[in-house]
């Protein structure tokens, strides 16, 4: 694995820097709890690192839920074409909408493509600490054969970082491990199950994508189990940590930052509307439904104000329509008078025929 001996190299360098960073707290140095406590404070300074690609993610995924219904309609419409061409036209309206919304449907894999390789180095890391405490291994990073050693002999609740399932000798050894796995599948899981219920648009819950995610939400809890069992305890710890991050993370997510339309995004939408009213009442300022009220008011005053003025405009022509208007016909020598008709502004157009005098001898 030589392509990730740089990152293991850094993680051997982190782990030695935040266990320095323990000991200078008091804690006492060679095997011993401060060993543990760095691995699982790795996952907290890898995280913090990653809080850039956690927003991009998060807009990402809520930009991808909110145009659900869009896509799910251009899929419709192209169902019952499976021609070349109609397939490339609904990728091309596909991608339109997605640019459109700023969606990117790897925005959510970008955080999970980077840790992998870090989860990884941390594995190999661990797995070659006993080569390099008995000298057959060079020493990586800051991890030399001594320290090594410690971290190998190091243990929590009466577990080795280097003990996995199997290599574990003592049951009670065991029990601790099989309850770190449970923990890490009872958070993913509550994650997911948050995620899926709580952040997914009301219209997108009738989709098929939705019906696969509840599906995911039971798939890679059982993943964790089979892997759970061949992992070192060290990296069981750094995986439990970073579910417990995520949880926690997750719900921040739900709570500031929903998809709209969401159940999650109509209880952030009755908190932001109880805070506003609060706020106003404490300036002495009339709530939001007061406000919306008065101007529903003042549209109603003024349609009133409109309807009010139309009789005064239909009768204005009434002085124009009493005068009589007599005026020649062109085409066939006709007159035609206009006269009143009873006071009101309509005419009564009549025409007779102009007779010419008879000359004088």
């Known amino acids: 694995m030589s392509l990730l001996r740089p990152v293991e190299w850094v993680i051997a360098q982190l782990l030695t820097l935040i266990h320095a960073q323990f000991v200078a707290l008091g804690m006492p140095d060679g095997p011993g709890l401060a060993w543990c406590l760095a691995v699982m404070c790795l996952v907290v300074v890898i995280r913090v690192c990653l809080i850039p690609l956690f927003v991009w993610q998060m807009r990402g995924m809520r930009a991808m839920q909110a145009i659900g219904p869009e896509m799910q309609r251009i899929q419709r419409k192209y169902a019952s074409r499976t021609d070349p061409r109609s397939r490339e036209a609904m990728q091309r309206e596909m991608m339109a909408l997605q640019r459109e919304h700023g969606a990117n449907p790897l925005g959510s894999c970008v955080p999970a493509m980077i840790q992998a390789p870090i989860l990884c180095s941390l594995y190999y890391v661990l797995q070659s600490l006993p080569a390099i405490a008995s000298g057959a291994a060079e020493p990586l990073g800051g991890m030399g054969r001594a320290l090594a050693g410690d971290v190998e002999s190091s243990s929590i609740l009466g577990v080795a970082l280097s003990d996995s399932f199997g290599t574990a000798g003592d049951p009670a050894s065991r029990i601790v491990i099989g309850a770190v796995v449970a923990l890490m599948c009872v958070t993913l899981f509550s994650m997911q199950w948050i995620l899926i219920h709580r952040n997914t648009p009301k219209d ?41 991050w995520n949880l926690a993370q997750t719900l921040v997510q739900l709570r500031l930052f929903p998809t709209p339309g969401s159940v999650a995004g109509e209880r952030k939408s009755a908190r932001d509307h109880a805070r506003e009213n609060a706020r106003r009442v404490a300036a002495g300022l009339p709530s939001i439904e007061e406000e919306r009220a008065a101007a529903a008011r003042a549209v109603a005053q003024a349609r009133r104000d409109r309807e009010a003025r139309r009789p005064a405009r239909t009768a204005a022509p009434h002085d124009a329509a009493a005068r009589h208007d007599t005026t020649p016909d062109r085409d066939s020598g006709l007159r035609r008078d206009a006269q009143p008709n009873r006071g009101t502004a309509t005419r009564r157009i009549t025409r007779r025929r102009v007779t010419a005098k008879p000359r004088r001898r």
């Open 204 to 244: 997108a819950m009738d989709s098929p994508q939705f019906r696969t995610q509840k599906m995911t939400a039971f798939v890679f809890p059982a993943i964790y189990v089979v892997s759970g069992a061949t992992l070192p305890f060290g990296v069981l710890l750094y995986w439990m940590t970073n579910n417990l």
